[in-house]
């Protein structure tokens, strides 16, 4: 198994950043591959990007592409989320979630979760 732990949410303004980081321990953190979601109040947890467990370029959402990177450091069993451009409409509830399935934009493959860490951004 392996356990996750969020960092870096808060408040910010709009076109503001933040850098979330995701923390892993437990097991070898390079064979899962890496997903971040977002849930806000009343809304269902959506996809927002992710990275192959041996890294390579990173997927997004349409709705934060070209505003959120994704990197991964296997060494540091790290997986952050640099989110720039930052909109009222990206406050949420950020998880980082790993999987051992094929890399996928399904919250239900991912098997492993951390607590999530929330993002609030004002107008």
């Known amino acids: 198994q392996v356990q996750l732990v969020e960092s870096g949410g808060g408040l910010v303004q709009a076109g503001g950043s933040l850098r979330l980081s995701c923390a892993a321990s437990?097991?070898?953190?390079?064979?899962?591959?890496m997903g971040w979601f977002r849930q806000a109040p009343g809304k269902e947890r959506e996809f927002v990007g992710g990275?192959?467990?041996?890294?390579?370029?990173?997927y997004y959402a349409d709705s934060v592409k070209g505003r959120f990177s994704i990197a991964r450091d296997n060494a540091k069993n790290t997986v952050n989320l640099q989110m720039n451009s930052l909109k009222p409409e990206d406050t949420a509830v950020y998880y980082c979630?790993?999987?051992?399935?094929?890399?996928?934009?399904?919250?239900?493959?991912?098997?492993?979760w951390g607590q999530g860490t929330q993002v609030t951004v004002s107008s």
């Open positions: 979630a790993a999987t051992n399935l094929p890399f996928g934009n399904r919250a239900r493959d991912y098997g492993y």
């Open positions: 437990g097991r070898t953190f390079s064979i899962y591959n």
């Open positions: 990275i192959a467990r041996s890294g390579g370029s990173p």
